[in-house]
């Protein structure tokens, strides 16, 4: 059994930016990631940030993870690539699986930052080979240069589904469409603008009704769907297409919380079933934190601050308070709040009032 202070499972930007927040006040912590390269969502991320210089503005995703890793390396933070975590025991103890070796790891904290999976659809021919999820496109283009196709339909208009179709077409690939059930387009208008203006039609209220094809997917039927999500008569469409890509959302991965017995609550706004946590990203039980995407879906810039409060949380837990843990506290809390002022962090401020109220209740 190896014993150790600060676990934090996934090397993503929470995770990666607990790492260094901890570090920052003397604690050593180990990150563990079941993937080979360090970053998580950042490694495939090619667009610019938005936000402001000190949430990284203008700089591309990929570009911060590689910064993010490189710091973790010339502070000499431990990382076990390729090693998951596959269990949570009732004494604390975490197994991890590395080398095809299980280990047993018994940290005094620990951070699931575990990130999200993303949500598929089903409709006749879903299973054809050519039916792919967006972070599927996005790690096949940005992490190994293949395209997935010739020419795409992609279903939903949230950032994701603007994002790449932008990347698809950069790369050359021709996106004949993208449709969307809700009656208003889900991204950052700025995206939705750049797509249209190349000839991409944006399609709101219509939905797939099959894939077409026998071997692989040559096409795809879709039509315009009502109040009530149904089908209007005659408003059938046939789009030829070699691919498909769903981007309809993304589900928090919290099999490790549940297992570690965290108090969790369904909140629509959070992405569903999320851990409730305090300020610092304390759940309900003493010393396991949470951060990211795996507390709620939101963006990576979000998800740095939450791993960083986590970092800082963890801190406290072990060493105690201080005026200079404190302050840096208060000055990520009001850095956090500062990226959900707008409109766009409204969904993400309601969850968040929501899982606090959560918590209320049940004590």
Same mark, same amino acid.
């Given at each position: 059994?190896?014993?150790?202070? =600060?676990?934090?499972?996934?090397?993503?930007?929470?995770?990666?930016?607990?790492?260094?927040?901890?570090?920052? =006040?003397?604690?050593?912590?180990?990150?563990?990631?079941?993937?080979?390269?360090?970053?998580?969502?950042?490694?495939?991320?090619?667009?610019?940030?938005?936000?402001?210089?000190?949430?990284? $503005?203008?700089?591309?995703?990929?570009?911060?993870?590689?910064?993010?890793?490189?710091?973790?390396?010339?502070?000499?933070?431990?990382?076990?690539?390729?090693?998951? $975590?596959?269990?949570?025991?009732?004494?604390?103890?975490?197994?991890?699986?590395?080398?095809?070796?299980?280990?047993?790891?018994?940290?005094? *904290?620990?951070?699931?930052?575990?990130?999200?999976?993303?949500?598929?659809?089903? =409709?006749?021919?879903?299973?054809?080979?050519?039916?792919?999820?967006?972070? *599927?496109?996005?790690?096949?283009?940005?992490?190994?240069?293949?395209?997935?196709?010739?020419?795409?339909?992609?279903?939903?208009?949230?950032?994701?589904?603007?994002?790449?179709?932008?990347?698809?077409?950069?790369?050359?690939?021709?996106?004949?469409?993208?449709?969307?059930?809700?009656?208003?387009?889900?991204?950052?208008?700025?995206?939705?603008?750049?797509?249209?203006?190349?000839?991409?039609?944006?399609?709101?209220?219509?939905?797939?009704?099959?894939?077409?094809?026998?071997?692989?997917?040559?096409?795809?039927?879709?039509?315009?769907?009502?109040?009530?999500?149904?089908?209007?008569?005659?408003?059938?469409?046939?789009?030829?297409?070699?691919?498909?890509?769903?981007?309809?959302?993304?589900?928090?991965?919290?099999?490790?919380?549940?297992?570690?017995?965290?108090?969790?609550?369904?909140?629509?706004?959070?992405?569903?079933?999320?851990?409730?946590?305090?300020?610092?990203?304390?759940?309900?039980?003493?010393?396991?934190?949470?951060?990211?995407? &795996?507390?709620?879906?939101?963006?990576?810039?979000?998800?740095?601050?939450?791993?960083?409060?986590?970092?800082?949380?963890? &801190?406290?837990?072990?060493?105690?308070?201080? +005026?200079?843990?404190?302050?840096?506290?208060?000055?990520?809390?009001?850095?956090?709040?500062?990226?959900?002022?707008?409109? =766009?962090?409204? +969904?993400?401020?309601?969850?968040?009032?929501?899982?606090?109220?959560?918590?209320?209740?049940?004590?």
């Amino acid at each position: 059994m190896n014993t150790l202070d =600060f676990l934090i499972i996934g090397g993503g930007p929470a995770g990666l930016m607990a790492a260094l927040a901890a570090s920052d =006040f003397g604690l050593k912590p180990l990150v563990i990631d079941e993937n080979q390269k360090l970053g998580g969502q950042l490694i495939k991320q090619t667009h610019m940030f938005f936000g402001s210089k000190a949430e990284r $503005a203008g700089t591309r995703g990929f570009d911060i993870g590689t910064e993010l890793a490189g710091e973790m390396e010339k502070r000499g933070i431990e990382i076990w690539s390729n090693s998951p $975590a596959v269990g949570y025991y009732p004494d604390g103890t975490v197994a991890v699986l590395k080398n095809d070796k299980l280990h047993g790891l018994k940290p005094k *904290a620990v951070l699931a930052a575990t990130g999200a999976s993303e949500n598929f659809v089903t =409709f006749p021919g879903s299973d054809l080979p050519g039916v792919y999820g967006a972070g *599927a496109v996005q790690t096949l283009m940005n992490v190994y240069g293949i395209k997935p196709g010739q020419s795409v339909l992609m279903i939903g208009s949230g950032n994701i589904g603007l994002i790449v179709s932008y990347q698809l077409m950069q790369a050359g690939v021709q996106v004949k469409a993208i449709i969307e059930g809700l009656p208003n387009i889900g991204g950052y208008l700025v995206h939705a603008s750049k797509i249209a203006r190349a000839g991409v039609p944006i399609l709101t209220r219509h939905t797939i009704l099959e894939a077409v094809g026998e071997d692989q997917v040559k096409g795809a039927v879709i039509s315009r769907i009502d109040d009530k999500w149904q089908p209007v008569a005659g408003s059938q469409q046939n789009i030829e297409c070699d691919t498909i890509c769903l981007a309809v959302g993304l589900t928090p991965l919290t099999e490790m919380l549940w297992q570690a017995g965290c108090q969790m609550n369904f909140v629509p706004e959070l992405g569903g079933q999320v851990a409730w946590h305090d300020e610092l990203m304390m759940t309900s039980i003493p010393g396991i934190f949470t951060a990211g995407d &795996v507390t709620g879906i939101e963006e990576a810039s979000t998800a740095m601050l939450e791993g960083e409060l986590a970092g800082l949380g963890a &801190v406290k837990y072990l060493k105690g308070d201080s +005026k200079e843990l404190q302050c840096r506290i208060d000055d990520t809390a009001c850095r956090l709040a500062g990226l959900r002022a707008g409109p =766009f962090g409204q +969904k993400a401020r309601e969850g968040k009032c929501k899982l606090k109220e959560c918590r209320i209740k049940q004590v």
